[in-house]
């Protein structure tokens, strides 16, 4: 099993910058592709960045390519979202999750192959 436990939300206009961190327990992250993914009311969840285990690989959405960044500490079983130029589009519960995936350098992009999840950070960006 692995807890993880989002934090770094909150409310910013637009513009700002946020960095939301993903603190996770139970077993090391290191063998672990992780993700972050967002919600907006109404809306489906979708995945907004991801990275394979070493950090090596990366994805981004579209919508936020060039904007934010994902990252990872593995000594410190931490993953990042930096999140720059923030819109108001991006107002959302961000979620981040995990997949055991120890070899290669595969990330995952669909919610459904992800293993475990985080409850979320509300990120409120005011226009």
């Known amino acids: 099993q692995v807890q993880l436990v989002e934090s770094g939300g909150g409310l910013v206009q637009t513009g700002g910058s946020l960095r939301l961190s993903c603190a996770a327990s139970?077993?090391?992250?290191?063998?672990?592709?992780m993700g972050w993914f967002r919600q907006a009311p109404g809306k489906e969840r979708e995945i907004v960045a991801a990275?394979?285990?070493?950090?090596?690989?990366?994805y981004y959405a579209d919508s936020v390519k060039g904007r934010f960044t994902i990252s990872r500490d593995n000594a410190k079983n931490t993953v990042y979202l930096q999140k720059n130029s923030l819109k108001h589009e991006d107002t959302a519960v961000y979620y981040c999750?995990?997949?055991?995936?120890?070899?290669?350098?595969?990330?995952?992009?669909?919610?459904?192959?992800?293993?475990?999840w985080g409850q979320g950070t509300q990120v409120t960006v005011s226009s």
């Open positions: 139970g077993r090391t992250i290191r063998n672990y592709a």
């Open positions: 990275i394979n285990w070493s950090g090596g690989n990366t």
């Open positions: 999750a995990t997949k055991y995936s120890p070899l290669g350098g595969k990330y995952y992009r669909i919610v459904v192959e992800y293993d475990y």
